[in-house]
């Protein structure tokens, strides 16, 4: 199914649907895609960060042995993910030392990566963008792996190369310039003490492509965004999806 154009609708008809798909993807994730001794939970606070979706490790699984606790985890070495941007920095010893806030879940299991999929008020002001950026950029130097998901067209005043952009150009000297003509952005970050950037910019009319959840610095699982997707356009009312099918 093609991504829509979520420009025709209002903010709050995209947020029914973001609802909708976060569901699903926790739904994907748990119920075969994460290894077993690693669950997800949709909107839990953790600190100063609110996360859509939080990949949480479970610290007295049964199933902790070795060959369990990566089962169905690629490794990057062997098969890298494909994405048409990669991208590493390092950050600065004293920003990695920064701890002086230990966030855990209630349950003491230990959090592993963040999932958000970006909504338009991230980015309808340049306060809300900053808050989001910043909220990223905290997740990773904490050691939170990220994938981002981003299907609204950058602001030229506040985000004019992509959320990737805006996210890169706070944790690096380097710089990212989108590519023109697919505006949308998908980025998984692995959060090792080389922070790495996959992004996959794409546009309206193309599928999602499954991206990588890193759980380990150099291991992932692949999130099956598309079919995610289709799953929660099925409770799209019909009044919303005569406008976005065009």
Same mark, same amino acid.
Not at 112 to 122: F, H, M, Q, R, T
Not at 200 to 222: A, C, K, Q, R, T
């Given at each position: 199914?093609?991504?829509?154009?979520?420009?025709?609708?209002?903010?709050?008809?995209?947020?029914?649907?973001?609802?909708?798909?976060?569901?699903?993807?926790?739904?994907?994730?748990?119920?075969?895609?994460?290894?077993?001794?690693?669950?997800?939970?949709?909107?839990?606070?953790?600190?100063?960060?609110?996360?859509?979706?939080?990949? !949480?490790?479970?610290? &007295?699984?049964?199933?902790?042995?070795?060959?369990?606790?990566?089962?169905?985890?690629?490794?990057?070495?062997?098969? %890298?993910?494909?994405?048409?941007?990669?991208?590493?920095?390092?950050?600065?010893?004293?920003?990695?030392?920064?701890?002086?806030?230990?966030?855990?879940?209630?349950?003491?299991?230990?959090?592993?990566?963040?999932?958000?999929?970006?909504?338009?008020?991230?980015?309808?002001?340049?306060?809300?963008?900053?808050?989001?950026?910043?909220?990223?950029?905290?997740?990773?130097?904490?050691?939170?792996?990220?994938?981002?998901?981003?299907?609204?067209?950058?602001?030229?005043?506040? &985000?004019?190369?992509?959320?990737?952009?805006?996210?890169?150009?706070?944790?690096?000297?380097?710089?990212?310039?989108?590519?023109?003509?697919?505006?949308?952005?998908?980025?998984?970050?692995?959060?090792?003490?080389?922070?790495?950037?996959?992004?996959?910019?794409?546009?309206?009319?193309?599928?999602?492509? &499954?991206? %990588?959840?890193? !759980?380990?610095?150099?291991?992932?699982?692949?999130?099956?965004?598309?079919?995610?997707?289709?799953?929660?356009?099925?409770?799209?009312?019909?009044?919303?999806?005569?406008?976005?099918?065009?």
């Amino acid at each position: 199914m093609p991504v829509h154009d979520w420009t025709k609708v209002s903010a709050g008809t995209f947020h029914d649907f973001h609802v909708a798909w976060i569901a699903e993807i926790r739904n994907a994730l748990n119920t075969g895609v994460l290894p077993p001794a690693y669950y997800a939970m949709a909107e839990q606070i953790v600190g100063n960060l609110g996360p859509d979706v939080l990949t !949480l490790q479970r610290q &007295d699984s049964p199933n902790d042995g070795p060959g369990n606790e990566r089962q169905g985890m690629t490794a990057v070495e062997e098969n %890298p993910p494909q994405v048409h941007f990669v991208a590493q920095t390092e950050m600065d010893d004293y920003v990695l030392k920064q701890r002086t806030l230990v966030i855990r879940h209630s349950s003491d299991d230990r959090i592993i990566a963040l999932i958000e999929i970006v909504s338009p008020g991230n980015k309808a002001s340049r306060h809300g963008l900053r808050a989001f950026v910043e909220k990223a950029a905290a997740a990773l130097y904490r050691g939170y792996h990220l994938l981002i998901v981003d299907l609204h067209p950058p602001r030229e005043k506040s &985000d004019p190369e992509g959320i990737h952009g805006a996210i890169w150009a706070e944790i690096s000297d380097d710089s990212y310039e989108a590519p023109r003509g697919k505006p949308l952005t998908i980025a998984a970050y692995s959060a090792g003490p080389i922070k790495t950037a996959y992004v996959e910019p794409i546009s309206v009319g193309e599928e999602l492509p &499954d991206m %990588p959840l890193f !759980l380990e610095p150099d291991e992932y699982v692949n999130v099956p965004l598309e079919k995610t997707y289709q799953g929660a356009w099925r409770g799209v009312p019909q009044r919303w999806r005569a406008i976005l099918e065009g």
